[in-house]
């Protein structure tokens, strides 16, 4: 299996602000690509264009050859995008949660897999717990649960490691290498040294 | 076809353009203006119901025209900035909305003027006067929306759905306030419908209403050459420009 | 490098963070997924979860009411208890106290959904948003809309609203508030980024309330007095019909504005 997400010339300016031009990028299969770049230079953007959110830019984008705008939902389909905030409901429990998510891909799944997820984040035992109660570091946990929850090839993380502690970032890192090296592929931006690996890719921005 | 919209869409073609078809309009709409006023103000023989009063129409009903025309043409425009990604046509709507706010203005002001003599007050729930009012509150959510918006951007893209919004709604509005008011019938007549004018009456009342559409034309093609100015002051073409027109002054 | 990271992986299986999945599971090959509809199962999880979300939060659901009691509270004072000058009002003082309630529940719809990151999550779904947001939307006008129309009879009593009219004003406020809710969310879905934006909500919304409300308080008056009301609710309907039509897409549209803010 292999994917790539292409771009061509790709150039975004935001009320007269250039924040990059003719930008050129090949994102394939068994890599982990980080964009890099000073405060507002425009990551959180790109990586927007990227995962389909924002359609205001200029230039071409492909998924697998298709151009993006009638790849859209194969595309989504095979997308997981965590932003700067978790997304998660303080109202609902963690596995509610998680159910939402499960579904909104049109798929059921069963209890049993939320609770694996679960457990692989380390929040066994806080499955029916309203998510408010819970620290960020823990609803952030969350989130990342859904990483295994709904096996994605495509990860766009934005800042993944905020209000985890040393040991989850870790994991996490480790967990980002295993994808690639199955044959995912991630995108991602951090403040934090990711640990030098083969698949890591640097980009720079601004 | 494309070729024309896209250069339309050229923020310094457009200028070049606009340039030259301005003066056309400001003469167009002086002479209008003034001939129809004269014709209608001083000329026109007085109404055998409402005497001198009714000469407020050549005020009005050109007013309520354009109030309803701008709205319509600021859609227009939003929603080829939506979907060829002009950005003339927003830069265009950005700047009817404050005109179509103040046409609809001048006609609830003069319906209300007139409304002394004929009703003996400043207001009627009439028909008309009432959708012009609700029209006045749309103008001002266009206007107030787009200015709530720190990025430029996402103020014109929502001040655009919000005018598309309101124009589908206006028809609706119209026909719902007609009705309303048919069932409570509280005046008995109304400004502008009257069964017969004869032609010495509504010919200046043509000739004003088509003044009116060169004013709003010329206004709205020299707020949006300032504007085109403004936003793209960074350009290259409007360094050239300014740097030519300052060796001009020399 | 990559083998000293498997290498550490393995001490952390019992650590306490628990973070174990990336050792466990020999990682399976990673595939790509077709996409293949499931768009029921969207809409009902997201029917399920707001519902569940704003029972949780009863408050939410309370307030619209209590407002709406308490407004008609302040018509007999401020104007007079005389029960024959009140029932001659009553039916335009219980749409627009209605509909004032309505509005004012509308600021939340997709508030905390942005505040916390869901409504980007809500975007990205492999599904249409404009029928992920006629969920959200279905949702606040039962749980606000309906509550309101099921309330308005017993509050008509107060307003000494003739007989013969009730079972009408619970009707039409039933499907008045549904056009309300449909109308009101594509100004909160476009207000949703702005740090204070209710007050401008209810400047975008009310005058596109008008006509709902003209053929709403028509049709309680056309039952007092004894005219049909089928015209008036038939109109109603054809006014929900259209909303229901247009607004879910100027709804996604809207938001798709307001995240990128």
Redo the contacts between chains.
């Keep these: 299996m292999s994917l790539c997400l292409q771009a061509r010339q790709l150039s975004c300016e935001r009320d007269d602000r250039s924040l990059f031009k003719g930008l050129d990028l090949d994102i394939r299969s068994g890599e982990i690509v980080r964009i890099e770049g000073p405060n507002g230079s425009g990551k959180t953007t790109l990586l927007k264009i990227l995962s389909g959110q924002l359609r205001d830019y200029q230039g071409e984008l492909f998924w697998n050859g298709v151009a993006m705008r009638d790849a859209q939902e194969q595309f989504l389909a095979n997308l997981l995008y965590l932003g700067h905030a978790p997304g998660i409901k303080s109202g609902l429990s963690a596995l509610e949660n998680l159910a939402w998510y499960q579904s909104l891909s049109g798929e059921s799944g069963s209890e049993s897999e939320r609770l694996d997820a679960l457990e692989s984040v380390g929040l066994a035992g806080f499955e029916d717990v309203p998510a408010g109660q819970l620290s960020a570091g823990q609803q952030r946990r969350i989130a990342l649960a859904r990483l295994t929850l709904t096996p994605r090839a495509l990860w766009v993380l934005d800042e993944p490691f905020t209000a985890i502690d040393r040991q989850g970032v870790a994991d996490l890192e480790r967990q980002l290498v295993v994808h690639a090296e199955a044959g995912g592929c991630v995108l991602v931006t951090t403040h934090h040294e990711l640990t030098a690996s083969p698949l890591l890719r640097r980009i720079a921005l601004g | 076809m494309w070729a024309f919209i896209h250069k339309l869409g050229s923020p310094k073609w457009f200028y070049g353009i606009s340039a030259k078809l301005q003066p056309w309009f400001w003469v167009a709409a002086v002479l209008l203006i003034v001939s129809g006023s004269l014709w209608g103000l001083a000329f026109a023989p007085a109404d055998y119901q409402q005497g001198n009063s009714f000469r407020i129409i050549y005020v009005h009903v050109p007013a309520a025209f354009l109030a309803q025309s701008i709205f319509i043409s600021m859609a227009v425009s939003g929603l080829v900035f939506?979907v060829w990604k002009i950005k003339v046509a927003d830069m265009a709507a950005a700047m009817m909305a404050p005109l179509g706010a103040a046409m609809t203005f001048v006609a609830l002001f003069s319906g209300a003027v007139w409304g002394v003599p004929t009703w003996g007050t400043w207001w009627m729930w009439d028909a008309r006067l009432t959708s012009m009012l609700?029209l006045l509150?749309?103008y001002?959510?266009v206007i107030?929306?787009r200015g709530?918006?720190?990025?430029?951007?996402?103020a014109s893209?929502?001040a655009s759905?919000?005018a598309?919004?309101?124009v589908?709604?206006i028809p609706?509005?119209k026909?719902?306030?007609d009705?309303?008011y048919t069932?409570h019938q509280p005046a008995s007549f109304t400004l502008t419908s009257r069964p017969t004018m004869p032609t010495e009456m509504w010919l200046p009342l043509v000739i004003m209403v088509l003044g009116f559409y060169s004013f709003f034309i010329a206004l709205t093609l020299m707020r949006t050459r300032s504007e085109i100015l403004r936003?793209e002051a960074?350009k290259r073409w409007v360094h050239d420009l300014i740097k030519a027109q300052v060796e001009e002054a020399r | 490098m990559h083998s000293s990271l498997q290498g550490s992986s393995h001490s952390s299986s019992d650590s306490p963070s628990g973070y174990r999945q990336a050792t466990r599971m020999p990682a399976p090959s990673v595939t790509l997924r077709v996409h293949k509809g499931g768009l029921m199962v969207a809409v009902k999880a997201t029917l399920m979860r707001d519902v569940t979300l704003l029972i949780r939060r009863r408050g939410e659901v309370l307030n619209p009411l209590v407002f709406f009691a308490l407004v008609i509270t302040l018509f007999p004072i401020a104007i007079s208890p005389d029960p024959e000058l009140l029932a001659v009002i009553a039916p335009g003082l219980l749409w627009v106290a209605a509909l004032l309630a309505a509005l004012l529940s509308l600021d939340s719809l997709f508030r905390s959904d942005y505040d916390d990151g869901s409504l980007e999550q809500l975007l990205l779904a492999p599904q249409p948003l404009a029928a992920l947001s006629l969920a959200k939307v279905a949702v606040h006008w039962l749980l606000t809309g309906l509550p309101l129309a099921l309330m308005a009879p017993l509050l008509g009593i107060m307003l000494a609203l003739p007989a013969g009219s009730y079972a009408v004003l619970a009707l039409s406020l039933a499907l008045g508030t549904a056009s309300l809710s449909l109308i009101g969310a594509i100004g909160a879905a476009l207000t949703v980024g702005l740090a204070r934006g209710g007050v401008l909500l209810s400047l975008l919304v009310l005058p596109l309330y008008i006509p709902v409300l003209i053929f709403g308080a028509g049709a309680v008056q056309a039952a007092i007095v004894g005219d049909g009301v089928s015209a008036h609710l038939a109109i109603l309907g054809a006014l929900l019909a259209a909303a229901l039509m247009l607004a879910p897409w100027a709804i996604a549209a809207s938001l798709r504005i307001s995240i990128n803010g």
């Design positions: 939506m609700i509150f749309l001002l959510g107030a929306l709530a918006f720190t990025s430029r951007d996402s893209r929502a759905v919000l598309m919004v309101g589908i709604n609706i509005i026909y719902s306030v009705w309303w069932l936003r960074s």
